[in-house]
């Protein structure tokens, strides 16, 4: 499956590269589990800091503004990070009488500016609206393109050095169906296999068949589930018996699962659009080459 590619951070510099997917700085309180503190309202005073009231309200607006998250309440973190996110913003108000002294500086007033588009960006990307119908749509016009998987195939296998052995361990092997054979080809592989997988009984898992070096995955490709190579397949690591125990063909991601990456894509798509719109009216002229 291809990935849409959805950008982390909202900024001018790096927005909208099509086709991952990415969250803001804490992620919707990812990583922060825990009861929320109870009573707590706007006015709820918190901390005093030089006589200051520190008020939930306005630890809201602190944490909103470095995270670029209006969602993000006091009310609604894990009650035993209260009071770090307390001391964090006290910190800063200890540093700021010192730090204010650049704001005049071209350097902060650039940054200043930076941070506004920034944040502006963001707010926009929240505030846009993706229904259902739309994602969609998208779904059923790209499947093809980013939400069709790869077939897999389930499979054993013995590697020997010898074709004689192979071939007399594949003749062990005809006859059996079901379990038996299984259980036939798991004995065999823990005896005589040279590869890593003979621990597990020759157990190589799901894999892509593009994975495989072309004789392997030709051989496996051919199989149907339960069916064994009945000659020895040759590679350049030596003489392989094949049980394919399963296989996966082409399907598609189930809408419900991608429909998060449609949805931020789609808003991403919707903002370029209104970012576009306001620099067609900018009247720009370069003097440098």
């Known amino acids: 499956m291809k990935k849409l590619i959805v950008a982390g ?18 992620g919707g309180n990812a990583g922060l589990v825990g009861k929320p503190m109870k009573g707590l309202k706007d006015s709820t005073v918190l901390a005093e800091y030089n006589g200051k009231k520190i008020t939930v309200a306005e630890l809201n607006a602190y944490l909103q503004g470095i995270t670029g998250d209006n969602r993000i309440r006091v009310q609604d973190l894990p009650a035993q990070h209260v009071k770090k996110f307390v001391q964090q913003y006290i910190d800063t108000l200890a540093l700021y009488s010192k ?20 944040m502006w960006l963001k707010q926009r990307y929240n505030q846009i609206k993706i229904s259902d119908a739309e994602a969609k749509k998208f779904y059923e016009q790209n499947k093809d393109i980013y939400f069709k998987t790869t077939p897999q195939i389930k499979a054993r296998h013995i590697l020997v050095k010898d074709e004689k052995l192979a071939e007399k361990l594949i003749n062990e092997l005809k006859g059996l169906h079901g379990k038996a054979l299984e259980q036939k080809f798991a004995e065999l592989a823990k005896k005589y296999s040279i ?16 994975q495989m070096v072309p004789q392997f995955a030709k051989a496996a490709e051919q199989l149907k589930p339960g069916q064994i190579t009945l000659k020895p397949v040759h590679t350049r690591f030596g003489y392989h018996i094949i049980l394919v125990e399963a296989k996966k063909t082409n399907n598609y ?27 067609k009216n900018e009247k720009v002229k370069y003097l440098v080459k």
């Open 9 to 26: 951070i909202l900024s001018v510099g790096a927005l909208f590269a099509f086709p991952g997917m990415g969250g803001g700085m804490m």
């Open 195 to 210: 590869g890593p997988s003979k621990v597990q009984g020759g157990e190589l898992g799901w894999f892509d068949p593009k």
């Open 99 to 118: 730090a204010k002294s650049i704001e005049n500086t071209p350097q902060f007033k650039a940054a200043k500016m930076k941070l506004a588009v920034d």
């Open 253 to 279: 991601m189930p809408f419900e699962k991608v429909k998060p990456q449609i949805v931020a894509y789609l808003k991403q798509l919707k903002l370029k659009k209104e970012i576009d719109s306001i620099r």
